[in-house]
């Protein structure tokens, strides 16, 4: 699997023997998204390639798009499963607590963390 939107997608997809598939934004993907709407609750698209899917993820940033579209790819044409079951689990992934983690306190603004790697406690 490569990511085609990837700045060295051509030099890797020339040194790779056997099977390839390729994910992204790119109208050339494989597995690629289509109209992709971003929000602070998450990510809506559809993913053409294998099976159409569409659907909210309660990812947020354009990586969450490729990491969905990766681990779609990965899970259909490596382990064979239904697209909608693949697109049920990705929307059930609450995300990498520090990874682009919205913060809601009932703010009336979006606050987001992005690799938090340590914690400090208070008190």
Same mark, same amino acid.
């Given at each position: 699997?490569?990511?085609?939107? $990837?700045?060295?997608?051509?030099?890797?997809?020339?040194?790779?023997?056997? *099977?390839?598939?390729?994910?992204?934004?790119?109208?050339?993907?494989?597995?690629?998204?289509?109209?992709?709407?971003?929000?602070?609750?998450?990510?809506?698209?559809?993913?053409?390639? $294998?099976?159409?899917?569409?659907?909210?993820? *309660?990812?947020?940033?354009?990586?969450?798009?490729?990491?969905?579209?990766?681990?779609?790819?990965?899970?259909?044409?490596?382990?064979?499963? $239904?697209?909608?079951?693949?697109? $049920?689990?990705?929307?059930?992934? *609450?995300?990498?607590?520090?990874?682009?983690?919205?913060?809601?306190?009932?703010?009336?603004?979006?606050?987001?963390?992005?690799?938090?790697?340590?914690?400090?406690?208070?008190?």
């Amino acid at each position: 699997m490569l990511n085609r939107d $990837d700045s060295s997608y051509e030099y890797l997809s020339q040194h790779i023997s056997g *099977p390839q598939i390729s994910y992204g934004l790119e109208a050339t993907a494989d597995i690629r998204a289509q109209a992709v709407e971003y929000s602070p609750q998450g990510l809506h698209f559809k993913a053409v390639g $294998d099976g159409f899917v569409s659907g909210h993820k *309660p990812l947020v940033g354009t990586f969450n798009v490729s990491n969905c579209l990766a681990a779609l790819a990965a899970a259909s044409r490596g382990l064979g499963l $239904d697209a909608e079951a693949i697109a $049920d689990g990705i929307a059930a992934m *609450p995300g990498i607590p520090g990874r682009m983690e919205r913060v809601d306190l009932g703010q009336p603004f979006t606050a987001i963390v992005d690799f938090a790697h340590t914690q400090t406690h208070c008190g």
